[in-house]
């Protein structure tokens, strides 16, 4: 049962398109983050949140931005898609209090042309 | 060196095998987190530890803090069990996730 879902599943943009990644939670987690994973590969953070207006970068944050207007919620934008940023890409949240679990949405599979 | 390292990086296994999948890092933590990913699937937590062990039907997980060590098995694997595990950890000083690269498990019936 899914309580932290990511649209849309995949995605084909073109290059230089500006494309918005969502990322919705249920469960009024404060901590949200974005990660970036290639095949076989580890997971690279790219953003994260740790509550409403609180946003900070990771290790790719570059060439992205996020949003966190509402705790439900917190978007990823890359404003000109390259094909470099093919990868998968995903969300996850968990409570602010400690030692509290990870929740990850099903990821969205971006390739950009 | 990464600062999470996993071992094996691949595994395989007859079905009913025990399996023990490695983890040992070098910082302080206050939290590790044991995942698994299923092919094009979503990641799943398996478990989150601070200390000692836990256990969840077939999965056990144990955590040396001392050593900076942890370990999670699988008892009587199947098919089912095929998937990538990745070790995590939470990093005292930083409050960030640091990730294994993760083990590749094969099951075969």
């Known amino acids: 049962e899914a309580d932290i879902y990511q649209t849309p599943r995949y995605l084909v943009i073109g290059t230089g398109k500006k494309i918005t990644l969502e990322c919705s939670q249920t469960m009024g987690h404060d901590k949200m983050y974005w990660y970036q994973q290639d095949p076989g590969m580890e997971l690279h953070l790219i953003h994260y949140?740790?509550?409403?207006?609180?946003?900070e970068k990771g290790d790719l944050s570059s060439e992205s931005t996020v949003s966190r207007i509402r705790t439900e919620h917190f978007p990823l934008t890359l404003e000109s898609a390259r094909p470099s940023h093919t990868s998968q890409y995903l969300c996850?949240?968990?409570?602010?209090?400690?030692?509290?679990?990870?929740?990850f949405g099903n990821g969205t599979r971006l390739t950009v042309t | 060196k990464n600062e999470v390292e996993q071992s094996p990086q691949n595994l395989t296994a007859q079905e009913g095998e025990f399996i023990t999948i490695n983890c040992s890092y070098s910082?302080?933590?206050?939290?590790l987190h044991w995942l698994q990913q299923h092919p094009g699937g979503g990641i799943v937590s398996l478990f989150m530890?601070?200390?000692g062990k836990k256990k969840h039907g077939r999965l056990i997980a144990t955590i040396n803090i001392q050593e900076k060590h942890s370990s999670l098995h699988i008892t009587a694997s199947h098919p089912r069990d095929s998937a990538v595990y990745i070790c995590?950890?939470?990093?005292?000083?930083?409050?960030?996730?640091?990730f294994g690269t993760g083990t590749r498990l094969q099951v075969f019936p």
């Open positions: 995590a950890v939470e990093s005292y000083n930083t409050d960030k996730l640091i």
């Open positions: 996850a949240s968990s409570a602010i209090t400690g030692n509290s679990p990870l929740h």
């Open positions: 530890l601070s200390s």
């Open positions: 949140s740790y509550g409403v207006n609180s946003t």
């Open positions: 910082v302080g933590i206050s939290a």
